[in-house]
């Protein structure tokens, strides 16, 4: 049904945040949580809250959750398994006669894909503290409007400062999602357990050369933008192979080029690169490197080169006693899991920072995500939502 609400035609799946699809799959699934007898809330951000009160309301609740917006012509298995999967999880220990003595909070997060404004996790981001609310007023999408506007139009009015969660708001955070990877499928593993979460740090290069008749200017005088562009690339590709880690991964993913015509020699470039590694320290050291790799091209080639920082984010470690809690579930049910690391980063990168915090991954076919072929089998669905549901049931009555 979620997936019904959508700008393009299925299988592929555009909801972007705050748009009327988004909207009405928010109102939907505030239907399902109220008819589960959950109590929901909204903060100025939209990100929405389902508890189910547990025996003890005075302790921190126990969080799961994940987000249900979604790229152009994407799938709908992406985020949308951890916010129904979670809601089943709920549903399934309350039939089950369960009663939690810490609270069980469902959360679906606000904008975890950057495609309105430029930043990926904007709700999670907000929560955790990771970004002020500078950002109401910063953040502009294609049109030019504000995150405040935006997000006012679409009814989610207030002070933006109020959506960090209070200190120890929660005493775990557990999200359940596609692996976006073939791992698992490949080894015949329902359940990988994740150990730790990469992060990115994205920034963009402009790169300018002088620009020229085709014809007219002759080789020995050219001072190519887009010819250093390509130099930096394949220097950038180089640097994240011969990292010494086989989780530092590269990818340019923009390349604009000015003016654009095939009889002008392009007198601006400007590139968007993604570097990610699960250990930081490695990550800053490519970066690093690739810093320097820009300052000898440009004075080899003569052309100006400016890197912008967009951002640059810590990775996450998985917290010992929630994949403790991941891992019994997975005992219990007798089923293999394999610890796992994640390559792209999710909303638990930033719930990490307020929460311990473990993920669960379930196996995507071929390890396609992000497009409309994106597909979850059922079966694996269902028993990743009921390694949450055990997995949620004993870090609710752990009191400790």
């Known amino acids: 049904m979620l997936a019904t609400f959508s700008d393009v035609e299925p299988p592929a799946v555009t909801r972007i945040v705050f748009s009327e699809q988004d909207l009405r799959a928010r109102s939907w699934f505030k239907q399902l949580c109220a008819e589960a007898g959950l109590a929901t809330r909204e903060d100025a951000v939209g990100n929405t809250f389902a508890r189910w009160e547990g025996a003890r309301a005075d302790l921190p609740a126990v969080a799961t959750g994940s987000h249900v917006d979604a790229i152009p012509y994407s799938g709908k298995f992406d985020g949308v398994v951890g916010v129904l999967g979670g809601l089943e999880s709920i549903r399934a220990l309350q039939k089950s006669g369960f009663r939690p003595a810490r609270s069980i909070e469902l959360i679906q997060f606000t904008a975890e894909e950057p495609t309105r404004f430029g930043v990926g996790c904007l709700g999670s981001r907000l929560l955790s503290g990771a970004l002020t609310d500078s950002v109401d007023i910063t953040l502009r999408d ?5 995150l405040n506007a935006v997000r006012t139009r679409a009814g989610f009015g207030g002070d933006l400062a109020a ?28 359940i990988g357990v994740v150990t730790n979460i990469a992060a990115p740090a994205s920034f963009l290069v402009t790169i300018e050369g002088q620009g020229g008749h085709a014809g007219g200017t002759l080789m020995p005088g050219r001072r190519d933008a887009l010819c250093a562009a390509s130099e930096l690339i394949l220097e950038i590709e180089r640097l994240a192979r011969s990292s010494g880690s086989a989780d530092t991964v590269a990818t340019v993913g923009t390349c604009e080029v000015y003016p654009g015509a095939i009889n002008s020699i392009p007198s601006r470039v400007k590139v968007g690169v993604d570097l990610r590694d699960i250990d930081g320290g490695v990550r800053n050291r490519v970066l690093d490197e690739i810093k320097r790799a820009a300052e000898s091209i440009s004075q080899q080639r003569q052309v100006q080169m400016q890197m912008e920082m967009l951002n640059a984010d ?40 307020v929460a311990p915090m473990a993920m669960i991954f379930i196996p995507c076919r071929d390890g396609v995500s992000h497009r409309p072929d994106e597909y979850a089998a059922i079966g694996d669905i269902a028993s990743g939502v009921e390694v949450l549901a055990r997995s949620l049931a004993a870090l609710s009555i752990d009191v400790t």
């Not at 294609?142 to 504000?146: F, K, L, P, R, V």
């Open 142 to 146: 294609d049109s030019g409007d504000t």
């Open 163 to 190: 959506v960090r969660l209070a200190e120890n708001a929660y005493s775990a955070f557990v999200e359940l999602h596609i692996e976006q990877g073939p791992l698992l499928e490949r080894e015949n593993t329902p």
């Open 314 to 353: 810590l990775p996450a470690s998985s917290s010992p006693h929630v994949l403790q809690a991941i891992e019994s579930a997975c005992g219990e049910m007798k089923i293999p899991s394999r610890r796992i690391v994640s390559r792209a980063y999710h909303d638990s990168l930033f719930m990490s920072r």
